[in-house]
Every structure is written in C-alpha cells, then in structure tokens.
C-alpha cells in the first residue's frame, strides 16, 4: 500500500476525532455556531475589537492629515514600527497557506482540524499587512506609483528595488491564499445554504456556494482545483517570507546585509504563524467547545513544530554572530557586538527579550508534560507572537540607529499614534477574525468528516493491512464525497 | 541601462526616418545641420534640446508685452524721478529680464569690520548673499551668521510701523514725524543739554558726518555708543601699546606659528572671514615638502579656533594674561640669536609668577619656537581680554619683529568711542541725575543686553521722552515713548569701513518692506534735514571725500559696481611702543588678580554666541537652530563645563544652575553641558539666548546670561556661586523658557505630538536637541587625519590601514565588485573635493546651502527627534581623552556615488543617475517610501517628514520672499539631499550654450561653476567641478596624495573625496 496514505505513526494508530464524533455530530457543532445567535462573548469581543478598528481609523486619518512626522519615525531609522509591523503581519500569514497547503500535499490529515481556521487568519493577516505599505509612504495618495500601471510619461517602476518584488508577492500570495480558502469553503457553504432556516441566509450562502451540489463530478473538480491550488501556494509559502527579507537582505546596512535571511524570515514566518493559529484556537476551542474535533493530539503537534521552527530561527540567531565574526567586518561586528548583544547598546533589551521569547521559551516544548499542557502552551504562543515582533524590530531598528557613520547615530521612541495604529491593526484583525467565527465554519466540515473512521468504509482494525490499494485509494481521496453523501 | 544614457538625441541610425527640411539637407544632414548652427546660432541648440521656448529671441508676445511697456513708459511722460540706479524696479526696466538673477555689491557689518558683499537678486527680491572677492575683509567668502541675514531681512516679526508707548497698535509715520519735530524743537532750545543719543559703535563715515551735524545744531548733546561684545579692552590696549587706537589685522597666510590667547580669531572675532581665509593658505600642504603653520591656543572652553589647533591649553579665561605673561617673561631671558627685546616691558613681565595647570613645554617651548620665527609669528589676544594683556601682546609682537609683518596696524574708524562700558554706565549716570531729556537709541538693545550694574531698564522709565530705532518691536522699544523701525541693511543707503579702512557703500536692493528708517537718515532729520534720503547723504559724504567733485558720478559708479569705494589706507607699519606705559598697565592689571581658580573659586566667561552674536540675530531660525560646532546644539545655548567639575559638583548635562555673584550683577539660571576640553573649574557662557521679546523664533530659547555680567566683568569674573536647582525652582522659571500649550510651541514646524514642557518628564533635566550625540569615532576611517610627520613618512595614509595616534585610519579600497558595468562619463563628471585640514568648522556652507537650496528649518522639538533638514552637515569627532580632546571635523553632503545605493532600492525611480554623474532626485516622482534614506551609508538624505515649509497660511508672506525660484520647494513626504547645486550646472549649461562660453574652470572666457557651499568657504575647503577638467581644481586635488574616499570599502564609488587632516604638533611638547 501507499505509505503517503497513512497517517503519520503518532497519529495513525488513534483516529483524528474524538470518539463518537459522527458525520452529524460535526456538522451540528460546527455549523450552530453560525446559525445560533452570538454568545455575549463574542459581542464584547466585537465591540472592543471593532472600537480598537475605529482606533487606527482615526490614527491613520491624522497619519495622512499631517505625515509620516506623527509616528516616531526619524533619520537614521526611517523605518520603524511601520514596517516591523508589515514583516510581522506577513510572518503571521504563513501558517494558514503551510497547514493548509503544505501539509495537505504531504497527506498529513490532522490538518483539517486547523486549516480553516489557519486560512482564515492568514487572509485576515495579510490584509492587517498590506495596511503598512501603502499609509507608510510619506505620500500615500501617490503610493499607485508602485505599480507597473502605463502611463503618458512612460515611466515604469524600477524593477530593481525589492519593494517592487514585495508588491507582486504579497499581492500573489493574497490572491492565492484568498482563492485556495473560497475554494475549500464552498462544500461546507453548500451546507449552511442546506440548513437555512431564512431566505435571507439560504440567498446568500447559496451564492457564495456557487450552485454546489455535491454531485461526483463536482466532487471531482473541486478536489482537483483544491489541489492545483494547494500546489500553486506551496511555493508562495516559501517564496513570499523570502521576498520580503530581500527589502533587507540586498540592502548594504549591517544586520540587513545577510544571506542567511530567506530562510531564517521563513522560518520564523512559520514559527509566528503557528503561534498565532495555537493563541487563537486555544481561546476558540475553548469558547465554542470544538475540543472534539481539535484535540490536544492537534495541538501537540503544532507544538513540535513549534520547537522545531524556534530552534531554526535560534539557529539563524547564532549564525549571525559567527558570520559577524568570521567575516572579519567591523561595521558587522559593531552591530552584532554592541548594538543587540553588549547590554551597553541602547536596544540590547529588544534583542534580549527577542532571544528569551523565540529561542528560550520554545524549549519548554521538549518536554511531554508541558507540550500538552494548555496554559503552558497558551503562554509560550504568546510569547512568540511577542518575540516574532520583537525580532522583526531589532533587525528594523537596531540595524538602522546605527550604521555607519557614528556621526548619523541615533535613537528610536514610538510615539501614541504609532501604538494605536498596531494596536489598531490588532482590531481589524479581530473584528474580521471574529466575523469569520459568526459567519464560516471555522472548522472545515467536509475535511474533518473526511478523516472520520466512518469515511472510509474499509475501515476496520483486522482489515486495515488486508484490503486492497485500490478501494483505499479511492475511499480516502474522495472524502468529502462520502462525508456529504452520508449527511444527505 | 537606460539610466545613464546621455540625454543628447542619437543620430538615426541609416534606414531609420529622418526629417527634413529641403533636399539638400535630406542629402547631407550633417552639413546642412552645421549650417544651421552658424545661421542661428541661439536659436538651433535649445530647440534640438527640446526645450520650448528660446530665452533670447523675441517672440510675438514678447514683442507685444515689450511693445506695451515702452508704451506705459512714454505715456507716463517726462515726469523724471531721481535715478537711483540700484533700487529694484517698479516699472519693468527694458533691460531686465525676468527670471535671470542679478548681482548687486553691497556691504555688511559684522561686529567691527565691514565685509564686502554681492547679493543675488531675483526680480527685485534679494534671496543669496556671497562674499565680494574684491573686498578684503570678503576676498568672495563669508561666515554663517552674514549668510543668514538674509532671513533678517524677511523676518515675519520684523516691526512694520512706529508705536508709541502704552499705544495698542502702530502709530503712523505722520504723528512720529510730529512727535520728532516737537522733540527737535523741545531740544533746541537749551541747544541740545538735555539730549542724548546711545548708538552702536559705528564704522559708517555719513553716520559721523550726520553725527557732526546733529552736533553743530545740539552743540550741547553728546553722544554714547554701546554694544555688548565690543572691542574696547583691544583698543584700550592699543592705545596704551602705541597711544593710539588701532585695529590690528594679521595676515595669517605670512605666519609660521600662531599663539591665540583666549581669541577664537576663526569664529567670533572681528575680521573671522579674511583670518581663516589666511589661516587656510598658511596650512595649505600639497606635497610632503610642503610646510605648515603652526597654531597654539590658550583657552577656556573649545572655540572653533581651539578645534583647530595644533596644540591647545585649557586655561580659565582670567589666567591667560597670566599665561601671556609668563611667555613674555621667558621670551625677554632667551639669549642670543634667540634674543627677544622687549624693552621697557621686560622689566614689568620679569616679576611674572608661574601659572598654575601649565606645562613648562608651554612656556619654554612655545617661546622658543616664537623666537624662532620672528617676523613669522603672531600672538593674538581676544577682545574679552583686559586691555593690558593686549597692550602686552603689542610689545610682543613689536619685539618678535611681527609688527609690519605679519601684524599691520590701522586706525580705528571712530577714535571717540574708546570705553563703551564706562559709556553706558555715563549715560545711565546721567539720566539719574536728570540731565537727559530725551535719549534716542540707535540700534541695539540695551534693556536686553546692557552690564547689569548701568540697570539701564529702570533709568530708561525714567527718561521723559525716548525714540528707539530697532528693527523689532523688543526688549528696549516696549520701554521707550517711540519704537521707530529700522531698515535692514539691504534695504537702506549707507557706507562702510572695514578694519583695514577700506571704505564701501552699504546700497539697497530692495525698498524697505513696512516701511522704516536708517540711523543715518533718523541722524538726518535730527539734524534738520526735513526728508533726508539715503542716497544723497551717502553720496554727499563721497563727494566730500573725493579730490575732484567731477570724479564724482565715475568714482560712484564703480563703488556700486565694485563694492569698494576707497581701497585700504596704508597700515602703520611698526608703530613706536610706549614701553612704561605697557609695564605701567601690566603691573596695575597683574596687581589686580585674587585667589586662583578653583574647585573654591568658580569663574564664568561671556562670549560672542557664534550663531546670535549678542542676541540680535535671536529670532533668525536658521541661526537659532545652526547646530553649534562643537556641542551640536540646536535652539539653546548652554553653561559649558569640563568633566572633571561636573563630577566634582555632581552635575550631569541638563541639570539647571543658579550662578550667581556675592557682589553684582543678578543670578541666572542656566543649563548645564559637560564639554570635553572645557577648563576645569570654568562656567562658559555665550550671551545673546533666553530672549523674551525677540520674535516668533527667537522667544524663550535658551538662557540669558546678561544679568550676571557687569561693566567690570564684560568677559569673564571669578568667585561665582553655584548652586543646582531644585525642583521647585525650575517650575518657577518654565514659563521664561517654553511657551505653554500645544499652540505655542517651541518650533516653526508642524505637527508637535508631545505636551511642551522644557524640563523631561523623568529626569527633570533640560530638554537639549542635538544633531550628532555620538562624539567618537569608535575606531573608523571616517574623518581620517595624521600628523605632518606622519604624513611624510607615508604620504597616502588616508589609503591604507595605519596605527597613527593609535587609532585605525585609513579607508581600503573597495571589497565589493560593482553590479553593473562601469559606465564611462564623457562630458562633464561632476565631483567634489573637501580639504579636511582647511575646514575649521565655521558652519557657513550650512546655512550657504540653506538659503541656496530653500532648505526648511524643523524646530527644536523635530531635531529632538532627528529629523533636521541639512544637505550638508558638520560631523565633528573627538579623539584623544575628554579632558585634552583632538576634535576632527568632516563636512558631509550627498557623495553622489556612481554605484548608488539609494538608485537601487527606490521602487519609483525617484532617484536616478544623470548622465554627468549627479545623482538627482525627482521630487515629484518620490512618494516617500525612505528605503533610499535607509540605504545611504552616509545618512546625507533628508525626509520631509511633515510639511516643514508650512501649509498655505501658515508660513508668512515675507518668508518666502527668501525662497530661490530655481529651486523647487519641496512638500512633506518627499525625500530631498544634496543636489551638487543642480541649479547652479544648469543655469551655467544654458549660459554656455547660448553665449558659446565654455564651462572651464580658471578660464578667463570660460564658466566658472560654483556650488553655494564652495562659494561661501572661507577657507577654500571645498572644492567642486568637473573631473574630466584635468586642469580643474578638483581634478587636482583628487589626484593628491591624501585624497580618499569615505567608506568606499562600501563600493558605492563617491564622486565626492576627502584630504586628510594633518596635524602639526611641535615634538618638543611631548
């Protein structure tokens, strides 16, 4: 038999769900929590999520009023929480298109308990990303100049600046991450379109389904686009992180000037996504009691990918040094000797905060114990988020207050407007986060039942290393089929 | 790569289409385009640019609006007006061209001296100030604050009409001409016994012929002249040195070693520009076997001249005399060839003690070497400096056989102002007694700035009737009957006397803006003139001077044109030496002094602020924030102190000082600066900070240091008291030092976020913004310097790692391989050389550059920030310890590398190369990404990071009056740098190619291109041209042996280079 079939070996041996979780039982949790009224909960996370929106709205309006000047901004360092912000949001976005597409195409099935969620987030990042490139230009009404768009003066944009490559990744990333989440969307849109009890509700998920009607050959299509997508987006997982570290990478400022960096802005990508999936899961599944069908089997996981990826970008960390060292560069050395390392610096706290966070709480994941206790792993995804900022930062601003002539040296403060404009992209992302819970099934109802013991009829402890390639093969690549026609 | 093409259209390649005129010219294009050129000459080669209009041609509506012109002239008919040449036009004259600039000479005063100027005029409004190469105290250069006078003469705050006291609004000119008639009146009939008049010590010839007349009318007035950094000790000295009051001038280019005692003879004394011009050629080293002068400085706190010296000793400014004197002790007991006669001095200097804190090496060396070089040496002595010291410095001089040397001597302008301490203290005497009247203030200050003990705002009250001509509404006039404005200098007639006499006319380019008066005209009606004019009082007083009245339209005419009038008088050689007289004042001055300075016996020194002067340049904002050279701060000034006495009396930089005196003066509050170099136990202050009625930008800016200073403590004064402040006390002086609110905020910029509080919020220190607050080098070759012997032995040492002084210097050539082929720049290639070892930091190519390139001025809240504006800037280093620091300066402006890291990185193509290598900036295209800013090792770029020239509305009207029109004003959001004065090429470039000039530097037919920062260079630091030019001066200098390239191990292959600084240190010091 195939072995990309089989569940890898810590899962294989239990099924995904929880037991008694049946075709209907997923259906009914998932789907109620967009037909059943919101919880109070979700009204006061709304209504302070929407007012930290209404936050950045206003900073943003002074922002444009009056110029880049109200943010802390300053020469040497040009950029500051502005594009940190951007790279971090970025870095965020990767889980969703990893878990979703990577690990789909590597059969790994634990995947559909989180790769709704994860794809949701990922959209719902990158446009709290895409916010920063276009407000953080000194003259944002001009910011169309960056794209190749024809004109009289025949004037196009200059190819060689790698803001010009930011602009088509993101934008190809957002395109594919926004298509590959629609298109996996559309059987579970179908069966909220079934369950309406509204015309309203049955008018608009019966557009957004696209006529759906689970017959064979739309099973066929969809799952052959879900693939090409998936295969169209794998790339993009690594391309984009990489793309973005070229802003810095091809630049000649010392921390910026590395070619260890695609990899290490990947990883670290990954690491902040999965913290980000792990802090909102943990909060939802708890709200919305879909422990069920995210189990702590789920969470380990991502854990250890977790650790993983922590250790990577550890990795990176200390291989910055022995570069700085081994290149014999002194403009090199300053930056990583007394700028982020020698308490001396006037930033070595942001450095140090970020190896305590990124490298040094990650490491609790060694252990079983801590690996699956929820708290435990709710504290550490915080702390990555909050170090993967931190990162970001210190390769920002501590590379740029001083490069180098000693005479340009300078500091960095934040000023109000430059808070609430993060603090504001925090609530644009909740409120579109919480309207994605309200409105979508946040767990991919055909996926998860496609992984249910009952999906694939041969399923049977004495069968299971008996039956023939063929019948498995096609029980388990049409599960959703199975699924929708057993529901019917 | 499309970037570098030259912009000239190609010739079509065969097959291609060709347009033409005729046949013949289709049949051989090259020949018949030949013939074109030669038929029109002006009219071929900027239409085959591109360019839509020919400036020279006259065109249909250029014939018609000429055509009309000449008609609104002839119908205004034959009512003929004065022609006053000069004055700009109101009725376009035939000749003008609007768009062309024009330059008129004129002339500035600065302290004592006069410099010669040529003001740019753009259609009748003067926006450029240069020097006049053919004015001595100018020889084509200037210094920063001449620069920035400019903006005096477009201050928004400037007083737009007469007021009378207790009056809300401005009175009209009408009821203060009948206010000044019934004073004349008044005053005549006790023949002017109860009338004054206090004016700034002049050096005008019509003010003294005006003065004369007043005084044939008033024979009982008397006169007073007052200014608070004065040369009265300096000429005092002279005249107890010769009997006589002279002004000596050094020429520096002639000495071989200088000894500057307590005279910053580079920054603030009278006569800076033509002495650093000196300075700079006497150190000039091409070659290894050329030698250098020499520079010791004995001084208090690190002044621009001490930041050049060779060798400097930090010394209370009370023991320079002291020091002065024991060098005079040990020249007079040097024998034979040696062998120094002071005469009869030597027996006064052979009773000199020793001066505690110096080294035997800075007696017995530096005697030595003075008398080593005699007739090639100077010693020059500040004028804060009592007057025996400098009449001590005389018989220095006289028996070096420096005198005729290279010290000339010339008479003062105005012998009759000697003592103008003992004059405004006379004057405030008297108006207590009763005995003035009426007291008319010509100019200055002196509620603001008088000695303390004259306590001239109270006695001012108390006089009945007092006309106060200033050019704002300030201190003074708000305690006078009348404020009368007074015109700028270019907006008025007057003439001039430079130190060495030369003699030029003061002439106007423009009308005075809201009206207002000179001193000589106010001197005029005095006199009884009903409505004098300028013009015909300066002129008269040419016609008396000259021999043969027919001469006199001819010798006016070329003053105008020349900007001189009547050259130099021939100095007095050597004048004889009054020997007792000097020994006389060295025994009563030495007789004088009390305990030494010390941890016991604190001393505080007054000077000239390098940017405010006395204060009267407080509300000019380029000024007010011109960082400072050596403490870099913008819109404060500062007690500076040495480390060594803030540890001792616990002070950190920020603290506020209460000093104050047991016996006179008034306490002040002053912030603290720990200064390395400074003399320990040592409070040094510069005057003319903390005003309260300046103006918009001037109000509440840093401390005001005149209440401590008293007739007899003009310069400096020991036994202060110092005591920190608590924090009780600074809540009591905030509202002096920052106005409340977010409204009112310390800054012409836009956009504050923060609540204005003077003090910061943890510490309660006093907010100071800086521009560099990272003083070392840590080890870079960044401003590379090397002492001359050093330099012999390896004349390329700025090219190659070296351990001199035990630094690493030296930049290594490029590690990185350029990413495109190099590209060959035919035509021009523009670059720039700096000489290190000429710039002594004068600061003027900052503001040069400022008013050249429109550049904004942000506020002291913005430059806390780090977000000043200048297109170049002064990086100024410390090496050695902080108490006895080498200070390396390096002026950086955009190096417009030809591989361009900003080119690279901009996604808009907002910053491309041109095809003669400038790196230019496409403002309209940049849309503020900054990538290019973060990119540039040599942080030159700038980011309009609010709208620092101001909305509509918000910048007044008079301010961009100042504005060149060949520079675009730039907006917020857009990134802006150094552009090599762009407009300065192009404007040559289309001169050139009108006329047929070449652009060829030192060819008498040729273009000369200069950037605004090369012009106004005092010390020919800065060199800029074209590099293709072999012979051009940069080409030259980049050629030389200490030439190198800032950071180019980076690869970004600068068109501007650097000489290393040499130093030349004497080996016998140690």
């Known amino acids: 038999m195939s072995s990309v079939n089989l569940p890898i070996k810590s899962i294989g041996e239990t099924p995904l769900t929880a037991e008694g979780t049946t075709f ?46 109200v943010w802390g901004n300053n020469a040497p360092v040009y950029w500051a929480w502005d594009i940190t912000n951007f790279v971090w949001w970025i870095g965020i976005g990767h889980a969703g298109t990893l878990i979703s597409a990577v690990l789909f195409l590597f059969r790994q099935k634990w995947r559909t308990a989180i790769n709704r969620f994860a794809e949701a987030m990922t959209i719902f990042a990158v446009i709290c990303a895409l916010v920063f490139p276009g407000i953080h230009v000194g003259r944002a009404w001009l910011a169309y100049y960056m794209f190749p768009l024809p004109n009289e003066m025949s004037i196009w944009p200059n190819f060689k600046s790698p803001l010009i490559w930011d602009i088509f990744a993101v934008s190809t990333y957002a395109t594919v991450s926004t298509l590959f989440w629609f298109v ?37 299509n969809y799952e052959r686009a879900y693939l090409i997508l998936a295969a169209i987006s794998t790339p993009l997982v690594l391309s984009v992180h990489s793309v973005v570290s070229f802003d810095f990478a091809t630049s000649l400022i010392p921390g910026w000037h590395t070619t260890i960096f695609p990899p290490y802005f990947v990883a670290g990508a990954v690491f902040s996504g999965f913290a980000m999936v792990m802090t909102l899961m943990l909060v939802t599944r708890a709200v919305y009691g879909v422990r069920s069908i995210v189990m702590m089997k789920h969470l380990e996981l991502m854990n250890k990918i977790m650790l993983t990826t922590g250790s990577l970008v550890g990795y990176a960390y200390g291989m910055e040094f022995f570069i700085a060292w081994y290149s014999g560069d002194q403009y090199e050395q300053w930056l990583f000797f007394h700028n982020r390392a020698s308490l001396d610096g006037p930033f070595s706290w942001a450095y140090w905060i970020m190896i305590s966070c990124n490298v040094l709480s990650p490491q609790v994941f060694w252990f079983k114990k801590m690996r699956t206790s929820i708290p435990v792993m709710f504290v550490v995804s915080i702390l990555i988020n909050i170090g993967m900022w931190f990162e970001r930062f210190v390769i920002i601003v501590t590379s740029l207050h001083r490069d180098f002539l000693p005479s340009s040296w300078g500091y960095y403060k934040p000023t109000l407007i430059d808070i609430f404009t993060y603090l504001g992209t925090l609530g644009l992302f909740f409120t579109l986060f919480l309207l994605f819970i309200r409105w979508i099934p946040m767990v991919a109802i055909s996926e998860v039942k496609g992984v249910l013991p ?35 | 790569m499309s970037r570098r093409l030259p912009y000239e259209f190609q010739k079509p390649a065969d097959g291609s289409k060709v347009f033409w005129r005729s046949l013949e010219e289709k049949a051989n294009p090259d020949v018949y385009a030949k013939q074109a050129v030669a038929e029109f000459p002006q009219g071929v080669g900027p239409l085959e640019k591109g360019e839509q209009e020919d400036k020279t041609s006259l065109s249909r509506r250029g014939f018609v609006t000429l055509g009309a012109i000449t008609a609104a002239l002839a119908a205004e008919g034959c009512a003929r007006r004065p022609v006053e040449k000069i004055l700009p036009y109101t009725k376009m004259p035939e000749y003008s061209i609007p768009g062309l600039s024009y330059h008129y000479a004129t002339v500035h005063r600065s302290r004592g001296d006069a410099v010669g100027l040529l003001v740019e005029s753009h259609d009748g409004r003067p ?35 007469p007021r009378k006291l207790h009056a809300s609004g401005n009175a009209t000119w009408a009821e203060l001409d009948a206010a000044f008639a019934e004073i004349v009146r008044t005053n005549l009939g006790d023949r002017g016994a109860r009338l004054r008049v206090l004016a700034e010590p002049t050096n005008s010839p019509t003010f003294q012929r005006m003065r004369e007349a007043v005084r044939s009318r008033f024979p009982l007035a008397k006169f007073h002249a007052f200014t608070p950094v004065n040369e009265s000790e300096a000429r005092e000295g002279s005249k107890i040195a010769f009997g006589q009051a002279f002004n000596a001038i050094v020429d ?101 003690a020793d001066v505690p804190n110096v080294s035997k090496q800075w007696i017995g060396v530096v005697a030595k070497e003075l008398a080593s070089n005699k007739g090639k040496s100077a010693v020059v002595v500040g004028s804060r400096q009592p007057a025996w010291v400098h009449a001590l410095a005389h018989a220095i001089n006289v028996g070096l056989g420096n005198a005729g040397q290279t010290v000339s001597y010339f008479p003062v302008a105005e012998p009759t102002e000697l003592d103008q301490q003992a004059d405004i203290k006379t004057l405030a005497a008297d108006i207590e007694a009763k005995k003035v009247g009426t007291l008319l203030i010509l100019g200055g200050n002196p509620v603001y700035d008088a000695p303390q003990d004259a306590k001239f705002d109270a006695r001012l009250r108390e006089v009945q009737t007092s006309i106060h001509l200033s050019s704002h509404y300030d201190e003074t006039s708000e305690l006078s009957t009348w404020h009368v404005p007074l015109a700028h200098e270019l907006e008025t007639w007057g003439d001039q006397r430079a130190l060495d006499g030369t003699r030029s006319v003061q002439q106007p380019l423009i009308a005075p803006l809201f009206g207002a008066r000179s001193e000589i005209e106010t001197l005029a009606r005095l006199a009884g003139d009903p409505n004098p004019g300028g013009h015909e009082l300066v002129k008269a007083t040419v016609k008396a001077a000259i021999a043969n009245p027919l001469d006199l339209d001819r010798t006016w005419n070329n003053a105008l044109k020349r900007g001189v009038l009547q050259a130099a008088m021939p100095p007095y050689g050597a004048p004889a030496v009054k020997g007792p007289d000097i020994a006389g004042a060295i025994n009563t001055g030495v007789g004088k002094a009390k305990k030494p300075v010390g941890a016991d016996n604190i001393e505080v020194s007054f000077a000239a602020d390098p940017k405010l002067l006395d204060g009267r340049h407080a509300n000019n904002m380029w000024l007010q924030e011109l960082p400072d050279l050596l403490t870099k701060i913008c819109w404060d000034n500062v007690a500076q102190v040495s480390p060594n006495t803030a540890k001792a009396m616990d002070l950190a930089a920020g603290d506020v000082v209460r000093l104050s005196r047991a016996d006179a003066g008034q306490p002040i509050d002053v912030a603290v600066w720990i200064q390395p170099g400074t003399a320990d136990n040592v409070f040094a202050l510069t005057l003319g900070w903390g005003r309260q009625v300046a103006g918009r930008y001037g109000n509440k800016h840093g401390f005001n240091v005149y209440p401590l200073r008293t007739t007899d403590a003009m310069g400096f004064v020991d036994g202060v008291k110092v005591q920190k ?80 002084h035990g630094r690493h210097s030296g930049a290594v050539q490029p590690k990185v391989l350029p990413l495109w082929s190099k590209v060959k720049y035919e035509g021009h290639k523009w670059g720039m050389s700096i000489d290190l070892n000429a710039c002594t930091g004068c600061n003027a190519c900052v503001i040069a550059c400022q008013a050249e390139n429109n550049i904004p001025t942000v506020g002291k809240e913005q430059i806390e920030r780090g977000r000043e504006m200048y297109w170049i800037r002064l990086d100024r280093y410390f090496t050695g310890t902080e108490h006895e620091p080498l200070v390396n300066l390096q002026p950086v402006a955009c190096v417009h590398c030809e591989e361009a890291p900003c080119e690279n990185v901009c996604p808009v193509n907002a910053t ?38 101001g909305d509509d509305g918000v910048v007044p009207d008079t301010e961009k009056m100042h504005f060149n029109p060949n520079v675009t004003v730039r907006m917020r959001g857009v990134m802006e740098k150094c552009t090599y004065c762009v407009q300065r090429i192009e404007e040559a470039k289309i001169s050139s190619r009108r006329d047929g000039k070449p652009i060829k530097e030192g060819d008498p037919n040729g273009i000369t291109i200069q950037s605004a920062c090369q012009q106004v260079c005092p010390a020919d630091a800065i060199a800029f041209g074209d590099l293709n030019d072999k012979e051009s001066r940069v080409a030259t200098l980049a050629r030389r042996d200490r030439n190198y390239y800032l950071l180019a191990d980076l690869g970004t292959g600068p068109r501007t280079s650097y000489l290393g600084k040499l130093r030349n240190p004497n080996p016998e010091m140690g």
């Open chain 1, 24 to 69: 209907r039982s997923i259906t009914e949790t998932v789907a109620r929590v967009t037909e059943n009224p919101a919880p109070r909960g979700w009204w006061i996370a709304f209504l302070i999520s929407s007012s930290f929106l209404g936050i950045m709205t206003m900073a943003i309006g002074y922002l444009f009023w009056m110029g880049v000047g």
């Open chain 1, 184 to 220: 996996g969307l559309i059987p579970d849109l179908a069966t909220l379109r079934d369950r309406a009890k509204t015309p309203l509700r049955r008018m608009i998920y019966g557009a957004l389904a696209l006529g759906w009607r689970g017959s064979n050959r739309a099973w066929q």
């Open chain 1, 454 to 488: 009952e999906a694939d009829p041969h399923h049977d402890a004495h069968e299971e290393h008996s039956h023939d390639e063929d019948g498995h093969d096609e029980a388990v690549g049409t599960p959703g089929l199975v699924a929708a026609e057993a529901e019917e």
């Open chain 2, 127 to 161: 926006t450029k100030i240069e020097g006049n190469p053919s004015h001595p105290s100018s020889l084509g250069a200037t210094d920063a604050m001449t620069q920035a006078t400019i903006f005096n003469l477009y201050d928004p705050d400037r007083s737009r009409g």
């Open chain 2, 252 to 352: 520096y280019a002639q000495t071989r070693t200088i000894v500057a005692v307590d005279s910053d003879f580079l920054g603030t004394e009278p006569g800076n520009v033509r002495a650093t011009k000196g300075f700079a050629a006497s150190r000039r080293v091409l070659s290894p076997k050329d030698d250098m002068s020499r520079l010791y400085v004995v001084e208090p706190v690190l002044t621009t001249t001490g930041a050049t010296a060779d060798h400097r000793l930090r010394l209370p400014a009370r023991d320079a005399g002291a020091y002065l004197l024991a060098l005079a002790k040990e020249l007079a007991s040097l024998g034979g060839p040696q062998k120094v006669d002071l005469g009869d001095v030597a027996g006064a200097v052979s009773k000199a």
């Open chain 2, 725 to 804: 402040l608590a924090s009780a006390e600074k809540e009591a002086i905030k509202d002096k030092l920052a106005r409340p609110g977010l409204a009112g905020g310390p800054s012409p910029a836009p956009g504050r976020t923060g609540p204005d509080d003077p003090f910061e919020a943890e510490s309660q220190r006093y907010k100071l913004s800086q521009t560099q607050d990272h003083d070392v080098m840590e080890g870079r070759p960044d401003a590379i310097d090397a002492t001359l012997a050093e330099y012999r032995e390896n004349p390329r040492f700025p090219q190659f790692s070296s351990e001199a």
């Open chain 2, 912 to 949: 491309e190369h041109s095809p003669e290598g400038l790196n230019d900036m496409a403002y309209n295209r940049c849309i503020g990404t900054r990538y290019c800013a973060n990119n540039c090792p040599y942080k030159v770029r700038r980011f309009n990071f609010l709208n620092y020239n």
